[in-house]
Nanobody
Framework: QVHMVESGGGLVQAGGSLKLSCATSGPMTSVYVKGWFRQAPGKEREFVAAISWDGGRTSYADSVKGRFTISRDNAKDAVHLQMNSLEPEDTATYYC?????????????????WGQGTQVTVSS
């Protein structure tokens, strides 16, 4: 059974930074493609970033490119999202996800496992 647990959310002022982490446990999860998605109230869940199993390839939504960085530590089976220059529009619940596909994926339907989410609130 796969478990994914996010941490690191909170309240921050615009322009500030937060680092989200996701601890994963389960069979073979260290080789899954990992991703971060977010969902704001009244909106659909949207792709934020994804990283290949070996960390060699990454993909970002245009809205966060240049501000957010995804990374992973397979020894600890963890994935992180460093968020800089945060904007009020980044306010959402952030979810980590795992995909058994071998190539990077960006659609929610391509991810098999999800965490419970962590709230990020950016004040103006």
């Amino acid at each position: 059974q796969v478990h994914m647990v996010e941490s690191g959310g909170g309240l921050v002022q615009a322009g500030g930074s937060l680092k989200l982490s996701c601890a994963t446990s389960g069979p073979m999860t260290s080789v899954y493609v990992k991703g971060w998605f977010r969902q704001a109230p009244g909106k659909e869940r949207e792709f934020v970033a994804a990283i290949s199993w070996d960390g060699g390839r990454t993909s970002y939504a245009d809205s966060v490119k240049g501000r957010f960085t995804i990374s992973r530590d397979n020894a600890k089976d963890a994935v992180h999202l460093q968020m800089n220059s945060l904007e009020p529009e980044d306010t959402a619940t952030y979810y980590c996800a795992g995909s058994q596909f071998t190539n990077i994926r960006t659609h929610t339907t391509d991810f098999d496992y999800w965490g419970q989410g962590t709230q990020v609130t950016v004040s103006s």
